[in-house]
């Protein structure tokens, strides 16, 4: 489990912070199960809240073992606990995984005609939809607008994956991979689930990128991709419609998240200018090689008969943090730079960070001192997040969701 600031009620009353995992009729409903895993083993109490259809799916031994709890489908059962009131007002979050159209649209519509929609109205807690359905029925006018309904009244309804679907068609409206969809539930109950970003569109770049000599061979960098997508997730647990461009991540996609692949310094600037436009905020997260051969092979170089080796001539690429700062596409418009930093001859950490944000031009720098190289690929980072306006503020050593939290409380307080 990760180390969120947990602020839910439970939590500051010491107990375990409780979970209503409600369940809706989709074949998506085995991979609640994983869900649910998850949450158990992260130190939640769980109680899992199934519709009839999703019993069809996967059956009531499977959720009372893994959860150790009897489930109900409806309020006439276990009635002298109150279930249908009592259920939501001691949750600290509701997550429906999978949300058909149909649950979404009862829950749009008010109605309570089984346990998991008079949950959904007695909570008072933050509430997150995963929608699974086939792409026709979430591109379908009345879906679309029971979501825009649920968003404007505070839940987080998170974008499906695109992928295979239940047949043989691919499309949109996958259930995220619910490793993702817990991140994404921890990163929602951090910051109580204020969606301050709804409405909002946020484009963060991620990973290294890669710079060809010849069709087998790179010069490349450390960054593994962690903080930008760590920042992805809490703006998109903060209801934001988030893109990531992600330069050779390996990590499994963010729930909610739409990830656009690149390799080189290029094709991130490209990508990420191409996105710019629409964007209330932009996060340069990524890493770009400074540098590109000046010509790639198309072949993969040899070895020299006579033991000499080939001289690598290089070109600078583009600054693509200055160019978006330079180039804003609305005067609102805020950019998030990073730097990491060793300190040199010339100044400390600090003193070549601030020349750095006053050279670039963006609304906020978060500064990393990667003197120890221990920065990549690790969970944990620790930085000083310097505003254009001269403001500083320490964020201490914790896990990169954290950081990701306090980038996005700056950039929320700004827009
Ligand atoms: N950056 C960028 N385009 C580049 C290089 C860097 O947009 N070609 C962005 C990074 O994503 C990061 C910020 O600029 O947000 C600072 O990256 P860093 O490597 O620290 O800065 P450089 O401009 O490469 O400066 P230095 O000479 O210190 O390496």
Redesign the pocket.
């Known amino acids: 489990m990760t180390t969120h600031d947990i602020t839910s009620a439970a939590s500051r009353n010491g107990e375990r912070p409780s979970v209503v995992l409600a369940v809706s009729g989709g074949i998506a409903a085995y991979k609640a199960a994983e869900l649910l895993r998850r949450f158990t083993e992260g130190g939640y109490d769980v109680t899992v809240v199934p519709t009839r259809s999703a019993l069809e799916f996967v059956g009531a031994p499977t959720w009372e073992a893994l959860s150790g709890k009897a489930i109900a489908t409806e309020v006439w059962q276990n009635i002298t606990e109150v279930p249908h009131v009592r259920i939501g007002q001691q949750a600290d979050l509701v997550v429906v995984a999978p949300a058909t159209a149909n649950t979404m649209a009862r829950a749009a519509h008010g109605l309570a005609d089984d346990l998991l929609t008079n949950v959904l109205l007695t909570a008072r807690c933050p509430v997150v939809f995963a929608p699974a359905m086939h792409t026709e029925m979430w591109e379908h006018p009345a879906t679309v607008d029971n979501v825009a309904t649920l968003r404007r009244r505070g839940a987080v309804v998170i974008e499906p994956a695109e992928g295979r679907l239940t047949g043989k068609d691919t499309g949109k409206g996958r259930l995220p991979d619910p490793a993702e969809i817990f991140e994404l539930c921890e990163a929602v109950l951090a910051r109580g689930g204020v969606t301050d970003l709804a409405g909002r569109t946020v484009v963060v ?1 991620a990973g290294g990128t890669r710079e060809y000599l010849d069709p087998v061979r790179f010069l490349g960098n450390r960054s593994s991709g962690l903080q930008g997508y760590a920042i992805a997730r809490a703006a998109a647990a903060r209801g934001a419609e988030v893109t990531v461009v992600a330069a050779n991540v390996t990590l499994p996609d963010p729930a909610g998240v739409k990830v656009l692949r690149v390799e080189t ?1 290029a094709q991130l600037h490209d990508a990420m200018l191409a996105a710019a436009p629409t964007a209330d905020a932009i996060v ?7 540098f590109r051969p000046t010509s790639q092979s198309d072949a993969k170089i040899k070895k020299a008969a006579d033991g000499s080796a080939p001289i690598i001539e290089l070109v600078q ?6 160019e978006l700062s330079a180039h804003r596409a609305h005067p609102g418009q805020l950019v998030v ?5 060793t300190g040199d001859a010339t100044g400390s950490v600090l003193d ?1 960070a601030r020349a ?1 944000l006053a050279r ?1 031009g963006c609304d906020l720098l978060v500064v990393n001192d990667v003197s120890g190289g221990a920065v990549f690929g690790s969970p944990e980072n620790a930085a000083v997040i310097l505003g254009a306006d001269g403001t500083a503020a320490e964020v201490p050593q914790g896990a990169k969701s954290a950081l990701a939290q306090v980038i996005v409380d700056h950039i929320a307080a700004r827009l």
């Open positions: 770049s310094t340069m997260a990524a890493a770009p090689a400074d690429n583009a600054d693509i943090l200055a730079g990073f730097a990491a930093e070549l750095k670039k």
